[in-house]
């Protein structure tokens, strides 16, 4: 596929050689930004790296030693330059052949002689290489319902696919404590699932950690189809093998990458990953713990005080099946009866309307707080037809998970 580099430039932000390192972390300080390109008139010498000045300046005497220092000398050792008109598949390989502590780097983008052009984002990247493979996995599936119309048998194999892949979502869900009636459980839960094709690459699991503790885990491969369904599949099964990493969030995201990463690289040519959240609540102790591979973030619901907010992790982790032995730092929050928690994957907020307008995170946000006093099954519901409403044809365009989590009072 014919891509044009320069449409994917996210920013132009770029510094003269001779700027004091002071300046430049002063110009980093009022853009949401983390890399700039370092010039010397026309000649692009490299990048430099807000997070890499804020440790030169922050150390006792950093400031007075290198805050008049120029930036020349405190460049990012070995940039990923690329070039205008370099096949995207080729820097597809050199941009994910990274190691871990660069790999989201920007990426340099130069003219035909060497100037500079801008910087693109490694997620950007991410994003597009996901897209041709959704494409790659569209035609495919065309393909596959061609072939289904002479062949019944793969039809059927298909369709037996979809039932399993369904009846492996909970229809009833445990009560805590465990003799608790649903209607009086400490934890009530409700969700929706929509497989794009037959079947999906999104799924999700509650398990039952004590009297008043759940753990729980969301996962979205990597597109959507057959293939995504059979990561699933395998991510389902290294899930029930977990014991006790069950209890921790970190340990078990570590465990599930590793075995992860073993297996597809054996899959040649191909890049597969998959986002992940693990979530641990207490519902009787007041507290959440959780950590996240990459995954969009939950929202909260705090309805005691009609507040809705996004549960930022300050260290989101990388995505699973990329690098072995990756590290995913959990994070541990308060919450309070009456709570309400929103997992789900990014094909709830990831599409566009008609114009072309995407939906977008903060609207997902808006239409939950109008829903912030429904009982959880009309809140999930309402919420899945208000946002499928803003979608092209009533339809959603990647397989969507979500799963509402509701805190409900207990006694200590």
């Known amino acids: ?27 980093f300080s ?32 950093g400031y007075s030693l290198f805050a008049h220092k120029k930036i020349r000398d405190h460049l990012m050792q070995s940039p990923v330059y690329t070039a205008v008109g370099t096949d995207i598949h080729d820097v597809f390989r050199t941009v994910f052949a990274r190691s871990m502590d660069c790999f989201y ?48 048998q793969i039809e059927t194999d298909l369709r037996m696919s979809r039932e399993l892949q369904q009846a492996l979502l909970p229809v009833h869900y445990p009560t805590f404590p465990p003799e608790a009636e649903a209607t009086v459980s400490s934890l009530k839960f409700c969700h929706h699932y929509y497989p794009f094709g037959v079947v999906g690459g999104d799924f999700f699991h509650v398990r039952q950690l004590s009297d008043f503790i759940a753990g729980i885990f969301i996962a979205d491969v990597m597109g959507h189809g057959v293939p995504a369904a059979l990561i699933t599949a395998m991510l389902r099964a290294l ?20 075995e992860t990463t073993k297996i597809l690289a054996q899959i040649n040519n191909v890049t597969l990953f998959a986002t992940a ?22 929202i909260l619901i705090r309805n005691r005080l009609g507040l809705v907010e996004t549960m930022e992790h300050p260290d989101p982790g990388t995505i699973l099946g990329i690098f072995e032995n990756a590290i995913f730092p959990m994070h541990e929050m308060t919450i309070e009866p009456d709570d309400r ?22 609207r997902l946000m808006d239409t939950v707080e109008k829903g912030i006093n429904l009982p959880i099954s009309e809140a999930v519901e309402s919420l899945i037809t208000n946002v499928r409403n803003y979608s092209k044809n009533n339809q959603f365009s990647d397989d969507v998970c979500l ?3 509701d805190i409900n009072s207990v006694s200590k």
Do not use: W
């Open 403 to 405: 799963l509402a989590v």
């Open 30 to 61: 009022g853009q949401a930004i983390e890399f700039m390109a370092v010039v010397d008139g026309e000649r692009l010498l490299g990048m430099c790296a807000k997070h890499n000045i804020g440790l030169l300046l922050g150390t006792q005497y």
């Open 341 to 362: 928690i929103l997992l789900f994957t990014d094909g709830l907020f990831e599409f566009e309307d008609r114009q072309g307008l995407e939906f977008g995170l903060q």
């Open 239 to 258: 899930l029930e093998k977990c014991g006790e990493e069950a209890t921790n969030p970190s340990q078990l995201l570590a465990q599930i990458n590793n």
């Open 105 to 152: 780097d920007d990426v340099l983008l130069t003219g035909k002689n060497g100037e500079f052009l801008g910087l693109i984002h490694t997620l950007t990247l991410i994003k597009l290489q996901n897209r041709f493979h959704l494409e790659n996995i569209h035609i495919l599936e065309e393909q596959q319902r061609e072939i289904n119309l002479k062949n019944a």
């Open 1 to 27: 596929m014919k891509t044009n580099l320069q449409d994917l430039i996210d920013h132009r932000s770029f510094v003269t050689a001779d700027e004091t390192v002071g300046l430049v972390f002063q110009l």
């Open 277 to 298: 959240l693990y979530l641990i609540v207490d519902a009787k102790n007041g507290s959440i713990r959780y950590a996240t591979a990459g995954h969009p973030s939950p």
